[in-house]
Every structure is written in structure tokens, then in C-alpha cells.
């Protein structure tokens, strides 16, 4: 089991900000395609964004397309996902995974994952 941890997360008003980071150890960030998803209370988990190896690709789901950034620092071997204009909707516990293969927003298709960080956007 590669251990990932998630950092980052808190409470914010919405319309701010807020920045996490997933770091491991024992696994090389760059040879895998890697993904953010998260998970509201009481819904199933889902998709927020993922980035691909070789041309780091980035797809994200159309809830946030436009305020989320997904990238990677692969020196530091961490990802990043910076969250803008958040609103109470993107309140879940926010997860890194990594990619068994290509990247995907297919939940199954993700090997590693963290133990979550909690994001809580108030009105």
C-alpha cells in the first residue's frame, strides 16, 4: 500500500480559496496519470479533475472547470489542486488517487488513495 496524504483542506467563505496538496512516499508522481475526486456527505464519490503522464493532459468534470487547478510539481513529487470561487457545493472530503492506468474519471480505474481532507465552504 503507497501511502498518499492529502493536505490543504479548512473552512472558507464562498468565493474564496483554498489549495491541497497530495504527497507520498515510495512512488515517482510522474509515471502515473493521477486524479482529485471527492465526497459529500451522504453522495457517492465523484470525479473532480485528473491529470495524465507524458503531455499532463488535464480533464476536469464540468462543476469546476474553469476555477480548479490540477498540476503536479514532479521535482517535489506532489499534486496540487487549487480551488477558486468556491461555493457551499464543493463542501465534500477531497481525495488523491493514483491511475492504474491512462487517466480517467472512472473511480474504479484509481489504485492509491489518500485518507481524504475535509473542504467546507460556508454561504
Known amino acids: 500500500q503507497v501511502p498518499l496524504v492529502e493536505s490543504g483542506g479548512g473552512l472558507v467563505q464562498a468565493g474564496g480559496s483554498l489549495g491541497l496538496s497530495c504527497a507520498a512516499s515510495?512512488?515517482?508522481?510522474?509515471?502515473?496519470?493521477m486524479g482529485w475526486f471527492r465526497q459529500a456527505a451522504g453522495k457517492e464519490r465523484e470525479f473532480v479533475a485528473s491529470i495524465a503522464t507524458g503531455a499532463e493532459i488535464t480533464t476536469y468534470a464540468d462543476s469546476v472547470k474553469g476555477r480548479f487547478t490540477i498540476s503536479r510539481d514532479k521535482a517535489k513529487n506532489i499534486l496540487y489542486l487549487q480551488m477558486n470561487s468556491l461555493k457551499p457545493d464543493d463542501t465534500a472530503v477531497y481525495y488523491c488517487?493514483?491511475?492504474?492506468?491512462?487517466?480517467?474519471?472512472?473511480?474504479?480505474?484509481?489504485?492509491?488513495w489518500g485518507q481524504g481532507t475535509q473542504v467546507t465552504v460556508s454561504s
Open positions: 515510495g512512488l515517482t508522481f510522474s509515471g502515473y496519470a
Open positions: 488517487a493514483t491511475a492504474t492506468g491512462l487517466s480517467s474519471y472512472i473511480t474504479r480505474k484509481y489504485e492509491y
